[in-house]
């Protein structure tokens, strides 16, 4: 058997002669990485705000693009019209549904004081029930409701001011989102309060 | 079956049906399970377990010579965990609303126990060339598995195959199977099939 | 303190949306490990404390250095590029970083149980090291990871971060224990021969999980039960 120098088996047993291939793989992978990421971040970030950006225009009447601003500590998209001025609010929001969470989107009048529309913007619900939440023609029966009071769902087939027609066989996922809506318009409400009383 | 080193011919068929990871191994079931609804999001998760297998068993036997015994799982998880980063960054890049519809089940790849298992039994012991015909290998058989789960669920539950229509109109939606019990049915009973006509050819050739 | 808040979380992971069931993370050893209770007992005590050993430190380790903008790196950052004003974003990192913090967690868990509790050793037996790659424990970490910083919705301290990890192994053990009881009892029943095994074992958990659809939307009405 050849005999090693003493130096060398001391190298080899030391935790840098054992470990030196995973530290090498990890500065190898982390160059990798630190490369993938500084190419694809912008557009990552692009997609992630495109996502809720295409939709504002729809949630508010008038509204040309969004632009994302703070009001307290809530971070929400103002929507601005063709002068570039406040067109109203939306409001990203999420809350537990019947089966998962649930994310949707608030749109507001520039005084938050009614609904201006409401999008679906993620959701496991039943397929074929809970799902129909999605549908524009329920969501429709949002808009223009006040703010002041919250909204609840009914089985009345003429629902009042503040009533909102429940999805036959998908009660909790009407009611969950009525609940979304309220939690999250009222929160903001008083952001948006606190911020004018104090600007 | 249990040669010492296979070729990659051999390696690259016994990856399809014979040791099928889903059905055969019964590994990586929790993709297999949960992006199973429709086809597009099974080819999707097919296509980016791939990418991970193939990449991960290339670097793993380009280096086989130098792993240490007990560091080599360290080894393994870091080049696996690397990879899925990338390609979770890829796919939020290029394709954002299939990365949102697969949300946590991209990173999950990482403790998807084909793609180490291959590692630890082909990678870690055999030439570039076979590692690479081995990737391939399982990645289809992991494809075919996750298509023909998809295809059943999404025929059953939604009437439709990769959203074409194609059962009549008057086909009630068999909602279950596009929720998480539909799931372990079609699977239990897809495995059941497989060992049925796996146990019927064997009988005929003895 | 929102008491009703984190009960109706622990309730939503532990039953609603079990791990198993619903989300399917953890299936090889929910198939793997549940021929006998003991054993399945084992296994899920076993990835609860895990669990929650790794959600607490993977979620300290995305607070305070992968976030964008974490204190620690942007300590560090600053002191070698003193008046640059870019955010440090390390969130690359956020699954390598969590998987590798599973990783020592399990050994971490092991040594001190081998240390000071040799007769739960014993009984855990194989299955610690075996918990690095069951996928239940990264998907709660990745869970976390959603609700760490100042970017997330809705941010979590570390107390629900626990809280979360602790239910959710909860629930993997309760569906795990029910099937090794179930399994228990099939061995002397007349299973057909290609289902045997993991065949019949996804069709028992399909039932389960369209038992515990029973659970869905009962939140809700706890809810409204206590005035929310």
């Known amino acids: ?199 | 079956m249990s040669k010492e080193n296979p070729t990659a011919l051999e390696r690259f068929i016994w990856g399809i049906i014979p040791e099928n990871p889903i059905f055969r191994q019964v590994l990586g079931t929790c993709p297999a399970l949960a992006v199973s609804t429709d086809i597009k999001a099974a080819l999707t998760m097919t296509c980016a377990t791939a990418f991970v297998l193939i990449c991960a068993n290339t670097i793993i036997s380009l280096i086989r010579h130098l792993l240490k015994p007990h560091l080599r799982i360290v080894v393994f998880v870091l080049t696996i965990a690397s990879f899925v980063t990338i390609v979770d960054y890829l796919l939020a890049a290029f394709y954002y609303s299939m990365s949102l519809q697969l949300g946590p089940y991209v990173p999950l790849i990482i403790v998807n126990c084909i793609i180490i298992c291959r590692c630890e039994v082909c990678a870690s012991k055999q030439s570039v060339g076979v590692a690479i015909s081995d990737a391939i290998g399982q990645s289809l058989g992991f494809g075919l598995a996750l298509v023909s789960m998809a295809s059943f669920r999404e025929i059953l539950g939604s009437g439709t195959w990769c959203g074409f229509r194609i059962m009549p109109d008057s086909w009630p939606n068999w909602v279950l199977m596009l929720l998480p019990p539909g799931a372990f049915f079609v699977f239990g009973f897809l495995i059941g099939a497989v060992n049925w006509f796996t146990s019927l050819k064997k009988n005929k050739s003895s | 303190m929102d008491l009703i808040g984190l009960f109706l979380l622990a309730f939503n992971a532990t039953l609603i949306n079990n791990y198993v069931l619903h989300y399917f993370v953890g299936i090889c050893a929910y198939i793997g490990v549940s021929k006998r209770i003991e054993m399945a007992f084992g296994m899920g005590c076993a990835v609860t404390f895990v669990m929650g050993v790794a959600a607490m430190l993977s979620w300290s380790a995305i607070y305070f250095l992968l976030q964008p903008g974490a204190p620690l790196t942007s300590f560090i950052f600053k002191t070698i590029h003193p008046g640059s004003d870019s955010v440090v974003n390390l969130s690359v990192l956020n699954s390598i970083v969590s998987i590798f913090v599973i990783a020592s967690s399990v050994q971490l868990v092991e040594m001190y149980i081998r240390k000071f509790f040799p007769a739960l050793y014993k009984a855990f037996g194989v299955y610690l090291p075996l918990i690095t790659t069951n996928c239940a424990i990264l998907f709660a970490c990745i869970e976390i990871m959603k609700h760490v910083g100042k970017n997330a919705v809705e941010p979590w301290g570390l107390d629900k971060a626990l809280l979360l990890a602790i239910s959710a192994g909860m629930g993997f053990t309760l569906a795990i224990v029910l099937m090794a009881g179930i399994r228990e009892d099939l061995e002397n029943a007349d299973v057909p021969a290609p289902l045997q095994g993991p065949g019949i074992t996804l069709i028992t958990a399909g039932i389960f999980a369209m038992a515990f659809m029973g659970f869905t939307g009962i939140d809700r009405g706890l809810a409204v039960l206590f005035g929310r």
């Open chain 1, 1 to 199: 058997m050849k005999k090693e120098h003493p130096l060398f088996l001391c190298i080899k047993n030391s935790y840098l002669g054992q470990s030196w291939l995973v530290i090498l793989l990890s500065i190898f992978f982390g160059f990798t990485l630190s490369g993938v990421q500084a190419f694809l971040q912008e557009k990552i970030d692009t997609n992630k705000s495109n996502q809720s950006m295409r939709i504002v225009p729809t949630l508010v009447p008038g509204a040309v693009t969004g632009k994302s601003v703070t009001v307290g500590d809530l971070t929400v998209y103002e929507a601005l019209n063709q002068n570039n001025k406040r067109a109203g609010w939306v409001i990203p929001a999420r809350g537990q549904g019947f089966a998962d969470k649930i994310e949707i989107l608030i749109g507001l009048t520039p005084d938050a004081s009614s609904l201006s529309g409401l999008s679906v913007l993620n959701q496991k619900e039943t397929p074929g029930l809970g799902s129909r939440i999605t549908e524009s023609s329920w969501l429709s029966q949002f808009i223009g409701k006040g703010t002041t009071d919250s909204l609840t769902p009914t089985k009345n087939p003429v629902p009042s001011k503040n009533e909102i027609r429940a999805i036959t066989g998908a009660t909790i996922s009407s009611f969950s989102i009525c609940q979304i809506v309220n939690e999250n318009v009222k929160k903001f409400r008083a952001e948006l309060r606190k911020q004018q009383a104090d600007p």
